[in-house]
Each structure stands twice: as C-alpha cells, then as structure tokens.
C-alpha cells in the first residue's frame, strides 16, 4: 500500500515562503496526478495544485496562481510545492495526494497532512 508522508510545514509571517514536501514509499503506479489539498478550520477541504505525471502539467487554484509552483521527482516518487507571498488565508492543513484526477474524487491516497500557519 502506498503512503504519503509529508514535511515543510510550519508557521510564517505573511510574505513569507515555505517549502512543502511529500515522498511516497513506493511508486504511485497508474495514478495520473499527484497533488496538494488544504482545508482550513470550519472550511471544506479544496485543491490547491495538481501536476501530472505523465506530463507534467499543472494545476493551480485561481487564489495561489503566481505565487505556488509545484513540482515532480518522478524517479524519487516525490512532490513539492514551492509557497511565496503568503497570506493569512493560506493558513490549513496540507495534504499530499495521488489519484486519477484533481478533484476530491479522483484522489485515492492522501496523506496525513502537514500544518501551514500564516501570521498577518
């Protein structure tokens, strides 16, 4: 069974940037996309970027557009999200996920979260 273990979360000042990082235990085998989710306190869970890893296309949320990037290590069955100019909004929990596709329901795997704090 796969697993995903997330890192690089943490506590910032807005403006601030962060790193987050998910390794896989094993290859992700057919799934088409990895990604990262968020879900804040009283929220619902939403996707923040995808990227497929057939060709490396990528997803983002109309709200992080120009200031995420996410990236692939295919041969190291890893995934990043390069965080810049925070906000106090992108506070949540960050999950790591793999699946068909970028949406809630196509997402199969999911990691335990990692927690992203963004002061103002």
């Known amino acids: 069974e796969v697993q995903l273990v997330e890192s690089g979360g943490g506590s910032v000042q807005a403006g601030g940037s962060l790193r987050l990082s998910c390794e896989a235990s094993?290859?992700?085998?057919?799934?088409?996309?990895m990604g990262w989710f968020r879900q804040a306190p009283g929220k619902e869970r939403e996707r923040v970027a995808c990227?497929?890893?057939?060709?490396?296309?990528?997803y983002y949320r109309d709200s992080v557009k120009g200031r995420f990037t996410i990236s692939q290590d295919k041969a190291a069955n890893t995934v990043s999200l390069q965080m810049n100019s925070l906000e106090p909004d992108d506070s949540a929990m960050y999950y790591c996920?793999?699946?068909?596709?970028?949406?809630?329901?196509?997402?199969?795997?999911w990691g335990k979260g990692t927690l992203v704090t963004i002061s103002s």
């Open positions: 990227i497929s890893t057939t060709n490396g296309s990528a």
């Open positions: 094993q290859d992700i085998g057919s799934r088409n996309i």
């Open positions: 996920t793999a699946g068909r596709y970028c949406a809630t329901a196509g997402i199969d795997i």
